[in-house]
């Protein structure tokens, strides 16, 4: 297995703008997570999926982020609207259900809007 | 909800025992993990304390007092290589981290 994979690894927006990311996990792996991680600071949870429920979306995530996994494989991020405060490193890890509290991450996205 | 304290910045000298501090409020709990970053990296898995008590993995070890809300991660025998961000994470139905603690070794 080649790990958790995420596309692009960087991208250059400017605001206003929608950008989307995406997320391949470990294959045998049914959760996935979507992380937000700036500097100096924690991975900070947006979302995550078993299978392909979104079983539980961050309250301070706005109504401009949408996640999905449409076939419970990969997954998209999609932020509408981008601002410069969306500026961040994201972050996707994938776990088995019953083992949550091992996550294995992608290398991230890092996000700059201008 | 979910709060970890954690100390910002530790540094410690090579070869020597350092111990990273966690304490966690939470409305659920299942257990404590630990996780690894290096500078532009991802985070990586260390340990996990379900129960109370001492985990051992190689050189890291970490702890868990339920009661206390209180955890460790202690790392031996400390290498260049263990310069990095430790982030303790509060497992209940989601995963919470803490903000993390950069590690610096010195010679």
């Known amino acids: 297995d080649t790990g958790v994979s995420q596309d692009p690894r960087h991208k250059i927006t400017k605001r206003g703008q929608n950008v989307t990311f995406r997320c391949d996990p470990i294959s045998e792996h049914n959760r996935l997570y979507w992380y937000r991680q700036t500097l100096g600071q924690g991975p900070e949870f947006l979302t995550y999926?078993?299978?392909?429920?979104?079983?539980?979306k961050s309250r301070l995530l706005s109504d401009r982020f949408s996640a999905e996994r449409p076939k419970g494989s990969f997954s998209t991020l999609e932020i509408q609207r981008t601002e410069q405060g969306d500026s961040a490193m994201y972050l996707c890890?994938?776990?088995?259900?019953?083992?949550?509290?091992?996550?294995?991450f992608g290398p991230g996205t890092r996000l700059t809007v201008t | 909800g979910q709060s970890l304290e954690q100390p910002s910045e530790v540094t410690a000298v090579e070869g020597a025992i350092v111990q990273i501090n966690c304490t966690y409020q939470?409305?659920?709990?299942?257990?404590l993990s630990w996780y690894q970053q290096h500078d532009g990296g991802a985070p990586t898995f260390l340990s996990y304390?379900?129960?109370?008590g001492l985990e051992e993995t190689g050189r890291f070890s970490s702890f868990l007092s339920r009661s206390d809300s209180y955890g460790y991660l202690l790392l031996q025998e400390l290498q260049m290589k263990d310069s990095a961000s430790y982030f303790c994470a509060v497992c209940y139905q989601k995963v919470t981290f803490g903000t993390g603690t950069k590690l610096q070794v010195i010679p």
């Open positions: 890890a994938s776990s088995l259900a019953q083992d949550a509290y091992e996550q294995y």
């Open positions: 939470t409305s659920g709990f299942y257990g």
């Open positions: 304390n379900a129960l109370d």
């Open positions: 999926f078993q299978n392909e429920a979104q079983l539980e």
